[in-house]
């Protein structure tokens, strides 16, 4: 995701190279409960959701006379993602435009750069999935993962026959009544994404949020994939790289790489007093968990983000009167957002990326400072806390040669008695969120 412009990093539920909630405790046993078919669930059955090729979605949706034709989102020179009739003429997405091009003449183009309409119809799928059930986490823009395990518990103590809706994994026809059941609502919460919302997508059923992630996009588009217990070491055994199982982020499968393992099966088999002297006890044994599947992490409801932020990457950027107008371009619409969410920041932090050849995706730095009340305005024009950060950050005496610039509101805080714009943002029982706000519509301090 690293080479796009205007990707969010800072919002929490934008980032997921390490997914760490991913295993809390130490590993169990996974007993074979298939043929236990007793009302109550002995595990967990949890959803996750993926919305297909969600940017162009969206732009079909806005303008419908481009459903039926080849259509790719671009950012820059990039297609971030493209419908299914381009990728039908061998469009995939990260593809360059001039290899999108080359494969496909036809295919037409719009701009992806703006997330507005992204973001606003990211949290009304969000926003819908939690009006049937609260325990709803968001991953990305177009990923949610959902715990029906009580639903499930409820509606098969009232009908006990229930057969699977969408694919099984393998096509196994074990008996597993919780897991049927939860592929039904599965379809049930597919079809109202897409009769409320208009839009398509594929979900995954499983027994805990790493394998549902796993198996939801078996099929695709617009389909869903149940995996039953028995068929957790064939889907773990068809991931082709460490990288593939969520919660190996890049930085781990190196180290992993390190000590000489490449494979899913490799991190199984690796001793673990030797993985833990490298990655300490409770990581070694959280890796080797997800080497088999197992992932205890609860799907932690998803409240308002802690934080706004947004950015944009380029080639080379290296005069103040640049940097001071990308600064002002990025807080006039994230002010804007701001104003929308109704809370306040009291924090400011700038964030930047210098050009280097070696270490491209993990050079950022950046410097925050504390928004003072009197602020108001002057944050958008002539932004003094951001040029005074970004002196601090870059000796401008000297060339420097910028590739990215990240604005971020961070500490935010209810205004007392004023709601937010964002129904979404309503409360949930989860101790990690912001509260509620409550009023409509306020002029921002910081406009
Ligand atoms: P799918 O799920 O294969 O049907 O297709 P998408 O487009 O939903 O792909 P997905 O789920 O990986 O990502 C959701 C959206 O996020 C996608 O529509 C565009 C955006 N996106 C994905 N990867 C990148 C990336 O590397 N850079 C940028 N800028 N945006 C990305
Ligand atoms: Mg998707």
Known sequence: TACCANMEISEGEEDDTEWKSLVSRSPVASSDTSNNTSLAAPQKVILHFDLDCFYAQVEMI???????????????YIIV????????????????????????????LVKGEDLTHYREMSYK???LLISFCPLVERLGFDENFMDISEIVERRLQQSETCSFKGHVYNNSSRLCPWLA???????????????KLGLTGCAGIATNKLLAKLV???????QQTTLLSEDVSNLMGSLDSLRKVPGIGHQTAKRLQAL???SIIDLELFPLDILAGEFGESSARRLKSLAIGIDDSNVNPTGAPQSLSDEDSFKKMSSIKDVTEKIEELLSSLVERMHKDGRQPHTFRLTIRRYSTTNKWFSRESRQCPIPSHIGQKIVVGNPLANKL??????????FHLTLINVCFSNLRDRPGKPSLI????????????????SQGQVNPLL
């Open 81 to 108: 993602t493209c419908n299914y009739v381009a990728r039908e003429h061998g469009v995939t997405k990260l593809m360059s435009v001039t290899d999108a091009k080359e494969k496909c003449p036809d295919l037409v």
């Open 125 to 127: 799928v969000t926003e």
């Open 62 to 76: 806005r303008n419908p006379a481009l459903r039926n034709v080849p259509l790719g989102v671009q950012q820059k």
């Open 390 to 399: 970004f002196h601090k950050m870059v000796d401008t005496s000297k060339a």
């Open 216 to 222: 939801s996009g078996t099929f695709k588009p617009n």
């Open 181 to 195: 059941m939860g592929s039904q609502v599965a379809a049930e919460l597919r079809e109202a994404i897409h009769s």
């Open 423 to 438: 129904s979404f943002f309503t409360p949930r029982p989860s101790p990690r969120k912001t509260k509620p706000c409550t």
């Open 260 to 262: 000489g393992m490449t």
